[in-house]
């Protein structure tokens, strides 16, 4: 079993929709839950951190933990087409870990 | 604040010839390292992790080597290229809350 896996993609949405993304992740101790967005051949930034399970809201995204489940999720609402990317769920223990990523096109 | 400084960019290398990458950061003490790669529409793939200085933990068996001789200095190696070594080549510091952060990479083309 993958320590991390995404719900496969791709992903369209037309703009001003909001897109929802999903990981699941295999170690029930995992503690630290991250998404990165990465835009084609470049690294991958940053966008979200999650450690508690709940909702954590920053601008338009919105993380959704869920410790029982072993599930992550991202929420994007109002998608602009600059939100095309492929984004990528990470777990970080010991290591870090990352899905396979989810690329997301927002149609204008 | 943090910065990470990876490079090269880009690098043609032809099959059989040695690799040296280097990734530097500044403004942080004792982070975790990381390197990753990434094949041409692919997920990213650990190669090696490091806690500390001189501590190399391998993910996947192949004919690259990691060192880690200074706290914020970590260079991936290889003695001679592959083909299959082509790829997007990512280094990454974490801090105590387990955020990382990635250098800007260095594309990789072995010829």
């Known amino acids: 079993q993958k320590e991390v896996e995404q719900n496969s993609g791709p992903l369209s949405v037309p703009e001003g929709a909001i897109a929802s993304l999903n990981c699941t992740y295999s170690?029930?101790?995992?503690?630290?839950f991250f998404w990165y967005r990465q835009y084609s051949g470049k690294s991958p930034e940053l966008i979200m951190s999650?450690?508690?399970?709940g909702d954590k809201e920053d601008g338009r995204f919105t993380a959704q933990l869920n410790k029982a489940s072993q599930y992550v999720s991202l929420l994007i609402r109002d998608s602009q087409p600059s939100d095309s990317a492929t984004y990528l769920c990470?777990?970080?223990?010991?290591?870090?870990?990352f899905g396979a990523g989810t690329t997301v096109t927002v149609r204008a | 604040s943090q910065t990470i400084h990876q490079w090269p960019a880009t690098l043609v290398q032809p099959v059989g010839s040695p690799l040296s990458l280097e990734c530097t950061v500044e403004?942080?003490?004792?982070?975790?390292l990381y390197w990753y790669r990434q094949a041409a529409g692919r997920g990213l793939q650990l190669l090696f992790y490091?806690?500390?200085?001189?501590?190399i933990s391998s993910e996947v068996p192949q004919n690259l080597s990691a060192s880690r001789p200074q706290d914020r200095q970590f260079i991936l190696s290889s003695k001679k290229l592959l083909l299959s070594d082509s790829g997007f080549y990512l280094c990454?510091?974490?801090?105590?809350?387990?955020?990382?952060?990635f250098g800007q990479g260095t594309r990789l083309t072995v010829v």
């Open positions: 403004g942080t003490s004792n982070p975790n």
């Open positions: 170690d029930r101790g995992s503690q630290s």
């Open positions: 990470a777990v970080n223990d010991y290591k870090l870990s």
């Open positions: 490091s806690v500390g200085i001189g501590q």
């Open positions: 999650i450690y508690s399970n």
């Open positions: 990454a510091w974490s801090s105590m809350d387990k955020r990382a952060f």
